[in-house]
């Protein structure tokens, strides 16, 4: 899951000045702008839709007089939501309202789509008089909104007032619902730390192309990110280091709890990983009689992983493992707890068998799902539980194919097509590249359904494009290694198989930098895309 080969770099801070140098050079603000490409905008929604189909000659005008109406209470967020996206730029009122008005208006509704669009569909409709955004839920008015914000010119991105813009929306029609139901983007805050503001952009960045999971990835052996009732060197000790020697944080349970709701704002669901029985440093560090020795470890900041282990037989470990779960089941109104259970090589495997077994029934006991790395197949977790596969092979264990036989569901996140913290090629940086390089090509091009040998279709769950920490030193990092490769894989989770197309997929990318370059998102400029100047 982690995922290296052994020790890469140990201090991380030459990876942030080499980064600013590179993203200086080739980031998305460079050069005088041109058009983006393809001309038709409906063929640029990425991801890919089931149906869209533009008309010809037509087109609704967002003016000083348009008013967002929410045909149901229902609605009223993702119609202040939407509000909030298109006001800066264009400088409009657009007041939300809750009775049809009698001039122009985009509507959102909860009734008038199809029942095939689902929990998480929409059908948008654009017509010379208005916009009609129409769906089964609230979740999908936002996905809906992902798409209409698309149509608009790249500019609508702006924080502030663009002058003198034109703020047309072609005419058709769009009807549209996700293949997977799972469509997550993981982050590990462990390895460096990013503060609440942070993981809040990393969400908004994300809900751009539908994704639907957060997976928080709060504890490893560099960092404890999350404070715990009743085991406060967690984070006095646990959380003060980071790779490369850094001040390291956490969060409050308040904050935590921040991050949460933040993400149901924008219909995500969190789901946070308290890995165990390996990757433990940071918590043997603030207490020892986590240790078979009873001897607090010393704090970690390389990249190394296998080496550390809870004493799974200890009683001791045992309550503070149901607590800390306890307690993230509390904060976390989500299905489902991730216990990790990835390389841990100084657990026997006798040991790991019976501690994940175990943990997996804390989980279930307090009313939540199980998930963890493709590990826990080798422990009895029982069902229902999700089972995350990263390896580089397409050939699972013989435990991994039982377990999707039996109903362990499975999400994909290979780590030479999903590990967005790989390089590119061999001389970006900041990433790694133990499971790499992993350029554009090789993060779209596969098929979820397809992927492993001897798991059947029908146990796939969904995709992961996984973020690891060890380079990452700066928000920057973070957005250069996503973009573009994280909306490739979330176009694998929501788009139609039929839709799988590399070079109209790089076209509906390349329409998609104008919005970036506004949004001051920066990005690795594909080597083959056709991207537009600017």
Known sequence: ?????????????????????????????????????????????????????????????????????????????????????????????????????????????????????????????????????????????????????????????????????????????????????????????????????????????????????????????????????????????GASTEVGGGTGGYYTQAQYK??????????????????????????????????????????????????????????????????????????????????GGDEARATSATDYAGFMTWAAAQVRADGKTPMGWDAITNAQTGSPAVAEYWGTSDSPTSAFKAAAASGTKVVLAPANHAYLDQKYDKDTVPGLDWAGPVPLAQSYEWDPATYLAGVPASAVYGVEAAMWGETLTSFADLEYLAFPRLPAVAELGWSPPAAHDLGAFEKRLAAQAPHWVAAGIGFYRTPGVDWPRG
């Not at 991380?12 to 905008?41: T, Y």
């Not at 503060?195 to 960045?205: F, G």
């Not at 970690?300 to 993230?328: A, E, H, N, P, R």
Request: glycine content about 10%; aromatic content about 8%; charged content about 15%.
């Open 1 to 237: 899951m982690n995922r290296k080969q052994g020790s890469r770099v140990a201090v991380a801070a030459a990876f942030g000045l080499l980064a600013g140098s590179l993203l200086a050079g080739c980031s998305s603000s460079a050069a005088p702008a041109r058009p983006a490409a393809p001309a038709d905008a409906y063929a640029g929604i990425l991801p890919a839709p089931v149906s869209a189909v533009r008309t010809p000659g037509k087109q609704f005008a967002i003016g000083s007089g348009t008013a967002l109406y929410a045909a149901s209470p229902a609605a009223e967020p993702v119609a202040a939501y939407l509000a909030g996206l298109l006001r800066p730029a264009t400088g409009y009122t657009l007041p939300v309202v809750s009775a049809a008005p009698s001039g122009p208006a985009i509507e959102l509704t909860l009734s008038g789509a199809p029942a095939v669009v689902g929990d998480e569909g929409y059908r948008l409709s654009v017509e010379p008089s208005g916009i009609v955004l129409s769906a089964q839920t609230a979740a999908g008015l936002f996905e809906g909104v992902q798409s209409l914000r698309q149509l608009l010119p790249g500019s609508i991105e702006s924080r502030k007032a663009v002058q003198g813009a034109s703020w047309a929306v072609p005419a058709g029609t769009v009807t549209d619902y996700p293949r997977y139901a799972y469509r997550g983007a993981s982050l590990d805050v462990a390895r460096h730390f990013f503060d609440v503001a942070e993981v809040e952009h990393y969400i908004d960045d994300v809900a751009r192309y539908k994704i639907d999971y957060l997976h928080l990835h709060l504890t490893d052996d560099q960092g404890w990110r999350i404070a715990i009732d009743g085991y406060p060197a967690l984070t006095g000790i």
């Open 258 to 339: 921040e991050i949460v709701a933040y993400a149901a704002s924008r219909y995500i669901t969190v789901i946070p990983e308290i890995d165990m029985p390996g990757h433990v440093n940071a918590a043997e560090s603030a207490y020892g009689d986590l240790t078979c020795d009873g001897r607090a470890t010393t704090p970690y900041t390389g990249i190394d992983t296998g080496f550390s282990t809870l004493c799974t037989g200890s009683q001791t470990v045992k309550t503070f493992v149901s607590t800390v779960l306890k307690q993230m089941v509390a904060l976390t109104p989500g299905s489902y707890i991730d216990i």
